[in-house]
């Protein structure tokens, strides 16, 4: 689907959702009734200082504007940008405080949720999609920590052997149903059915803790993690 | 399992140091409980594999111990196994321990020693990333102070910086680099005219802690020392503060300040004149104590605005 | 990863009364070193994970000697090796039994 698809269905009474550059940014009212805030980063596009700055700041004026309006984030976007100029100035504080922006709106009663639909990666997912309520994804969407070939170059193994490796765990390598069976995917949704009775089916679920833990345990792909941490806060709240 | 503290660890190199002498030098004396520690043999399940070695902490030390005779949680990164890198169980031990930090409103601090997220078990390495922030966030929502400590072998690199991001107050040492991508990455990917990643000095102007102290992206700067470490992680522990839309708004306010006041630059030597310091070239090979006298009312400051 | 285990009666148990000792990180040409008083004070075990395969009968001799030069009755010795060469797996050895035996805090 492309972005204009994906709103159109989304939004078929209409929406006034712009595109800026590399930036997604307006609102839309929700069939139910009540406007849903809409901000993104489009065209596989490299997250760099600017724009993480340009989209923080449309979520601090969504919180301080609208009491408790959703908020969707849609995402096609590759890593964040590899370059010198965003390392001098300091990259990880834009990212971190992006994904700080998210996780606030989130808590403040903002449902923040993410709508993977093209690709997102290393730094640039842990900041806008990874740091959303709730994260859906699209068939088709392409998430990754890092491409394969590029694994292979670092970890001095051959791509033949990475691959062979991923037929066996969903751990490592890129891919939409890897990052799904570790619990990063809340739900693939439906392309041939409307995306706006699948929008309201997700805000009426009820808001959750961080579940992704138990969801990795549950499909397979992370059997530690959940349990590890539960253990932690027993030892560290009972001794 | 309580770790033997030398206390007064005088002239221990944060650098060279592993994490559980950090983790020492920093607690007062026998006072370290250690969580899901060693012996429990809670190790990487993705490791084997590959038909690479575990190590029965998985490369985290996590617990809680009294700083000053204040309890807090810590937190250390052991940087010289897989490179201090995020992986499933790595990351489940600080997400538990943050966790567990907004229920018992305790402070928490960070020894972070990371080169980002361990490949080969990528996809739980990133979600602990982002399990982790999130249980930061709460956590200081909570009350909590989070507090970062930076200058390991690893750096603070990938995803790891941008869980340093997130915290309260960042000390760093001049050893100590916080960058998303590393000198290599941008490399390989921009070529070695953007970034020549043997450049040591280019490196270390760019994402040492230095540079970082100066455009405000670490809060104290500290000789590469434990003691130092130590006095500075009390001092930032003291200091109030909180996690509020006023944060975050001075933050946007002061990071779009410095776009403005820097974007055009392309080199850290650039924006230390711009900040008006004189001799810039210099500030590299000055010791701890001068380099701080020289850029004293110079630098941007993040103080409540992150 | 080879697993190598080896077995021995000992006449002097380990010295101090701490339960536990770690030394030690797994990095290249590295390896650590958990010790643990556990056994019988007649006994010792060592259990060793490491990546380079074929190398049994120099673990054996390296630990052999170990088990005769120092008290280690009642350890139950694990290391996870990262490549490292006999003489470092010597002293890494040596330096959990002394801190071990450390008086306790």
Same mark, same amino acid.
């Given at each position: ?10 939004f ?14 307006g609102k839309?009212d ?21 724009d993480?700055?340009?989209l ?6 969504i ?5 408790a ?20 100035l300091?990259?990880?504080?834009? #990212? /971190?405080?992006?994904?700080? =922006?998210? &996780?606030?709106?989130?808590a403040? !009663?903002?449902r923040?949720?993410? $709508?993977l639909?093209?690709?997102s990666a290393?730094?640039a997912?842990?900041?806008t999609a ?5 994260l859906v ?7 990754a920590?890092?491409d394969?070939?590029s694994?292979a170059?670092?970890?001095k ?19 939409l ?17 409307? #995306? /706006?009775?699948?929008?309201? =089916?997700l &805000?009426?679920?009820?808001?959750? !803790?961080?579940?992704?833990?138990? $969801?990795?345990a549950?499909?397979?792909g992370?059997?530690?993690a959940?349990?590890?941490?539960e253990r ?8 | ?19 559980r ?7 007062d004396?026998?006072s370290?409980?250690?969580f899901i520690?060693p ?32 309890d ?8 010289r ?14 997400t ?17 020693d990371?080169g ?29 102070k989070?507090?970062?400590?930076i200058?390991g ?6 995803g ?10 960042l ?14 990455v941008?490399e390989?990917?921009?070529g ?7 450049d ?15 455009i ?16 500075a ?13 006023a944060?975050?708004t001075?933050e ?14 392309r ?26 006298q ?12 992150r | 990863?080879e697993k ?17 000792a ?18 019988p ?5 060592i ?10 009968t ?18 139950r010795i694990?290391v996870?090796d ?17 801190l071990i ?5």
């Open positions: 689907m492309t972005l204009d698809e994906i709103l159109a269905s989304l078929p009474q209409g929406h006034q959702v712009r595109t800026s550059g590399s930036l997604i940014g839309a929700l069939p139910g009734g009540g406007p849903i805030h809409v901000i993104g980063i489009k065209d596989a596009a490299f997250l760099g200082v600017e993480a700055a340009i923080a700041n449309r979520v601090l004026e919180i301080e504007s609208d009491k309006a959703p908020i969707l984030v849609l995402i096609d976007s590759s890593s964040q940008r590899m370059s010198r100029h965003d390392e001098l300091g990259l990880s504080e834009y #990212l /971190a405080h992006l994904a700080k =922006a998210l &996780l606030f709106a989130e403040q !009663g903002h923040t949720i993410g $709508l639909y093209g690709g290393a730094g997912f842990i900041a990874l740091a959303t309520g709730t994804a699209l068939p088709g969407a392409h998430p920590v890092m394969l070939p694994m170059r670092v970890t193994l051959p791509l033949t052997v990475l691959e062979e490796k991923a037929k066996t765990t969903p751990v490592f390598a890129p891919g149903d890897n990052l799904a069976q570790t619990g990063a995917i809340h739900a693939v949704w439906d392309p041939a059915r409307p #995306l /706006a009775g699948q929008l309201t =089916a &805000l009426s679920e009820p808001v959750t !803790g961080d579940e992704r833990g138990h $969801l990795g549950a499909r397979g992370r059997p530690k959940a349990e590890i941490a932690v806060i027993k030892l560290a709240t009972h001794g | 399992m309580s770790v033997t503290a030398t206390h007064n660890a005088g002239n221990l190199s944060w650098y060279e140091a592993s994490a002498q950090r983790v020492a030098a920093l607690a004396a026998g370290f409980v250690e520690g012996e429990q043999r809670e190790m990487s399940p993705h490791l084997a594999v590959f038909g690479l070695p575990e190590q029965f902490d998985d490369g985290m030390i996590i617990g809680s111990t009294k700083l000053d005779g204040r807090v949680l810590v937190a250390a990164q052991e940087g196994f897989m490179g201090g890198a995020f992986g499933e169980v790595h990351g489940a031990k600080l538990g321990l943050l966790r567990a930090a907004s229920a018992l409103k305790r402070d928490v601090l960070i020894l972070f990371t980002g997220v361990r490949l080969q078990e990528a996809n739980a390495g990133e979600l602990a990333i982002a399990e982790i922030m999130r249980a930061l966030i709460e956590a200081r929502r909570a009350g909590c989070v507090i970062g400590l200058g072998r690893a750096g603070c690199y990938g790891g910086s941008l869980i340093a991001g997130c915290c309260a107050r000390i760093v040492s001049e050893q100590g680099r916080l960058s998303v991508s590393g000198p290599e941008i390989t990917n921009r070695v005219e953007e970034f020549d990643s043997r040591r000095a280019l490196v270390w102007r760019t994402m040492g802690g230095k540079h970082r102290y100066l405000g992206g670490a809060d104290i700067l500290v000789d590469d020392d434990a003691t130092a470490f130590r006095e992680a009390i001092a930032a522990l003291r200091a109030t503060g909180g996690f509020d839309l944060v975050l001075a946007q306010q002061r990071l779009e300040h410095r776009l403005g006041r820097f974007g055009a630059m080199d850290a030597v650039d924006i230390w004149t711009g900040l008006g310091i004189v001799q810039p070239a210099r500030l590299p090979e000055l010791a701890t104590e001068d380099f701080l020289q850029v004293q009312g110079k630098r941007e400051a993040a103080d409540d605005a | 990863m190598l285990s080896f077995q021995f009666k000992t006449e002097k148990p380990a010295g101090g009364t701490r339960p536990q770690l030394v030690g990180v797994v990095a290249s040409g590295n390896l650590e070193v958990l010790l643990e008083r556990v056994l004070t007649d006994a010792c075990s259990d060793i994970a490491t990546a380079a395969h074929g190398f049994g120099v673990w054996q001799a390296v630990v052999a000697d170990f088990v005769s030069r120092r008290a280690a009755g009642g350890l694990s996870n990262g490549g490292a060469r006999p003489d470092t797996v010597a002293l890494r050895l040596a330096q959990a039994v002394r035996e450390e008086p306790e805090a």
